[in-house]
C-alpha cells in the first residue's frame, strides 16, 4: 500500500545550526511533492513544491532536495531561528497521477535559543 | 487578499448529535477541499470539489458524512450522526484549480465528541 514516512520523533537543534527533515515515500510515482509548516492551532502553510524531474529547490533558508531513486524528499531550513519552531508536513500528489494530495503525518521542529 | 473562512473555531458535541461546518474559500478559487487531521497526524483528504462537482470523495465515511458546495463557492461539511472517533481538526483549504497548484488552508474546526 502508499505509504508516506516522516519521522514521529520531534527533532531538536540549536539556534543558528541547519535543520534537515525527512520524508521518505513507496509504492507512489509522485509528479510532484510539496512541503508545509503548521503551527498549533493553525492550518497548514504551503512553502515549497518540487517537481519530480527537478533534483533541488531553494526558497531564501529553505532547500528541498527530491530523490526519485530513493523515494526521499530532504527539507532543510539553514541558520535555523526559534520562530521556525513548528511542525512541517510533506504531501505527495496521489499515484496515478490525479493531483489528490496525500500528506505525511509531519515532523516537529524545535529550535533553542 | 482575504484567506479561507471556517465556522466555528470550536465544536463540542455528544455522540450521535448532527454538527455542520461551514467554509469560504478564497474568492476566485475553484477548487476546494476538506480534510480531516487527527491528532498527531497529517491531514486526510475527505473530499474535493472542482467548481460545485465532486473530484474525489473517496474517503469520505458516506454513511454519516456529507459535503456540498452549492454555486461553486461556499461548502458545507456535515456528520450525521457524529462519533467518538470523528473528534479532529476539520480543515479546509482552496486552490485555484489547476495541477500542482498550492492549497491555502483556513484555521480549521476543532470538533470535540463526548
Known amino acids: 500500500s502508499q505509504k508516506i514516512e516522516q519521522n514521529s520523533e520531534a527533532l531538536n537543534i540549536q539556534e543558528g545550526k541547519t535543520a534537515t527533515l525527512t520524508c521518505n515515500y513507496t509504492n507512489y510515482s509522485p509528479a510532484y511533492l510539496q512541503w508545509y509548516r503548521q503551527d498549533p492551532g493553525r492550518g497548514p502553510v504551503f512553502l515549497l513544491l518540487?517537481?519530480?524531474?527537478?533534483k533541488e529547490k531553494r526558497k531564501e533558508r529553505l532547500k528541498v532536495t527530491f530523490d526519485t531513486t530513493l523515494k526521499q524528499s530532504l527539507f532543510h531550513i539553514t541558520a535555523s531561528q526559534p520562530a521556525d519552531s513548528a511542525t512541517y508536513l510533506c504531501?505527495?500528489?496521489?499515484?496515478?497521477?490525479?493531483?489528490?494530495?496525500?500528506f505525511g503525518r509531519g515532523t516537529s521542529l524545535i529550535v533553542h535559543p | 487578499e482575504a484567506g479561507v473562512a471556517q465556522s466555528p473555531r470550536y465544536k463540542i458535541i455528544e455522540k450521535r448529535q448532527s454538527v455542520a461546518f461551514w467554509c469560504n474559500p478564497i474568492?476566485?478559487?475553484?477548487?476546494l477541499y476538506w480534510y480531516q487531521q487527527i491528532l498527531g497526524q497529517g491531514p486526510k483528504l475527505l473530499i474535493q470539489?472542482?467548481?460545485?462537482?465532486?473530484?474525489?470523495d473517496s474517503q469520505l465515511p458516506k454513511d454519516r458524512f456529507s459535503a456540498e458546495r452549492l454555486k461553486g463557492v461556499d461548502s458545507t461539511l456535515k456528520i450525521q450522526p457524529a462519533k467518538l472517533e470523528d473528534s479532529a481538526v476539520y480543515l479546509c483549504?482552496?486552490?485555484?484549480?489547476?495541477?500542482?497548484?498550492?492549497?491555502?488552508f483556513g484555521p480549521g474546526t476543532r470538533l470535540l465528541v463526548l
Open positions: 518540487i517537481r519530480e524531474n527537478e
Open positions: 470539489f472542482q467548481n460545485n462537482g465532486v473530484v474525489d
Open positions: 483549504a482552496s486552490s485555484l484549480g489547476g495541477v500542482e497548484e498550492t492549497q491555502y
Open positions: 474568492s476566485g478559487h475553484a477548487t
Open positions: 504531501a505527495l500528489d496521489a499515484a496515478g497521477g490525479s493531483y489528490i494530495p496525500t
